[in-house]
């Protein structure tokens, strides 16, 4: 949300049948009722569209999600991030087609040899360029997956 508590962007879950877990991301506010209109939506096209992992098989082990950027002109999308690492341990890093990371999360590390944080406790560090609210929508993303 944003300073006014107006939504940035909205996560969607697709509900149907497949084995593939899917959501998409919106620009804004999306399906509230509104005065104006029947829905509200700020945008008919999704941003981008985030597919978990599922195949075993297909040697990129360490590859947890797929981002893809839904294109504006074509139904067609192509991969524009991937998460690899583990979002279970809360070690993972988001790269873009370059494979140059531009986000990261990672633990907490106390100061102290004493103090330990919980695996709930964590750092999202974004890289310069990339979208820090996108780069939390990921991260909300990714907790709704392997939660």
């Given amino acids: 949300m944003?300073?006014?508590?107006?939504?940035?962007?909205?996560?969607?879950?697709?509900?149907?049948?497949?084995?593939?877990?899917?959501?998409?991301?919106?620009?804004?506010?999306?399906g509230k009722q509104s005065t104006r209109s029947k829905w509200c939506k700020s945008k008919s096209r999704p941003v981008c569209c985030v597919r978990k992992r599922v195949n075993i098989?297909?040697?990129?082990p360490k590859v947890q999600a797929y981002v893809y950027r839904?294109?504006?002109?074509?139904?067609?999308?192509h991969a524009a991030f991937t998460v690899?690492?583990?979002?279970?341990?809360?070690?993972?890093?988001?790269?873009?087609?370059?494979?140059?990371?531009?986000?990261e999360?990672?633990?907490?590390?106390?100061?102290?040899?004493?103090?330990?944080?919980?695996?709930?406790?964590?750092?999202?560090?974004v890289h310069p360029g990339f979208d820090p609210s996108f780069a939390m929508a990921l991260v909300l993303l990714l907790d709704q997956m392997f939660s």
């Fill in 105 to 125: 999360i990672k633990r907490k590390e106390a100061n102290s040899k004493d103090v330990s944080f919980g695996i709930e406790i964590f750092q999202l560090v």
């Fill in 70 to 77: 839904v294109a504006s002109d074509s139904d067609k999308r």
């Fill in 57 to 60: 098989l297909d040697g990129k």
């Fill in 2 to 30: 944003d300073a006014s508590g107006n939504s940035v962007l909205t996560l969607h879950r697709s509900r149907k049948l497949g084995l593939v877990d899917r959501w998409f991301v919106y620009e804004g506010e999306r």
């Fill in 84 to 103: 690899e690492g583990s979002y279970a341990h809360r070690t993972c890093k988001v790269f873009d087609e370059c494979k140059k990371a531009v986000a």
